[in-house]
T-cell receptor, first 115, second 114 residues
Framework: GNSVTQMEGPVTLSEEAFLTINCTYTATGYPSLFWYVQYPGEGLQLLLKATKADDKGSNKGFEATYRKETTSFHLEKGSVQVSDSAVYFCALTKNYGGSQGNLIFGKGTKLSVKP | DSGVTQTPKHLITATGQRVTLRCSPRSGDLSVYWYQQSLDQGLQFLIQYYNGEERAKGNILERFSAQQFPDLHSELNLSSLELGDSALYFC?????????????FGNGTRLTVT
């Protein structure tokens, strides 16, 4: 079945460090891929997405490239800030022409950024 | 603010009881999704409704049920509660039936079963 595997956390970085959170997926067909972020006490928010191979999603300095050959969608940011501290979820959904769209999430990676 | 409203924010109840969680989707969104977030299982999709009709079902127990009303708000009913049902329950909404439509999540209802 479809699944998402992301690196175990927590990840602790100093401010301005480079961030990579690995995500790989298993799916039949051509899924859409997403990164969601959950700040403390809040619901998840869409951070970025990519809908086909080689697409790069980007937002707020974060980016991730849809790599079909390695079934990966790693999240990167060149210089993290304390305000980036949150839990990051990689997710996929299948494009069934709109008939189904529930997201399959990875277990989440907690990021803590120290000043 | 995602525009998705969930009530109550916190719920504490005893084993064997029944509770109802409520969700109002973002204005204009026709789909409502329910997710359960627990430490051991992570985020699990429970069920989706689109414009009042059940659209997709995930790992939802038979003790749980949901519905979406004509005004598009949704309720998740949890009965015969067990300790293991303690979790954060999220509602999300989207414009379409899914696929590429991003989901907008509420802040969740934290259920504690004692």
């Amino acid at each position: 079945g479809n699944s998402v595997t992301q690196m175990e956390g927590p990840v602790t970085l100093s401010e301005e460090a480079f961030l990579t959170i690995n995500c790989t997926y298993t799916a039949t067909g051509y899924p859409s891929l997403f990164w969601y972020v959950q700040y403390p006490g809040e619901g998840l928010q869409l951070l970025l997405k990519a809908t086909k191979a080689d697409d790069k999603g980007s937002n707020k300095g974060f980016e991730a490239t849809y790599r079909k050959e390695t079934t990966s969608f790693h999240l990167e940011k060149g210089s993290v800030q304390v305000s980036d501290s949150a839990v990051y979820f990689c997710a996929l959904t299948k494009n069934y022409g709109g008939s189904q769209g529930n997201l399959i999430f990875g277990k989440g990676t907690k990021l803590s950024v120290k000043p | 603010d995602s525009g998705v409203t969930q009530t109550p924010k916190h719920l504490i109840t005893a084993t064997g009881q029944r509770v109802t969680l409520r969700c109002s989707p973002r204005s204009g969104d026709l789909s409502v999704y329910w997710y359960q977030q627990s430490l051991d299982q992570g985020l699990q999709f429970l069920i989706q409704y689109y414009n009042g009709e059940e659209r997709a079902k995930g790992n939802i127990l038979e003790r749980f049920s949901a519905q979406q009303f004509p005004d598009l708000h949704s309720e998740l009913n949890l009965s015969s509660l067990e300790l293991g049902d303690s979790a954060l329950y999220f509602c999300a909404s989207s414009v379409g039936q899914g696929g590429e439509s991003p989901l907008h999540f509420g802040n969740g209802t934290r259920l504690t079963v004692t």
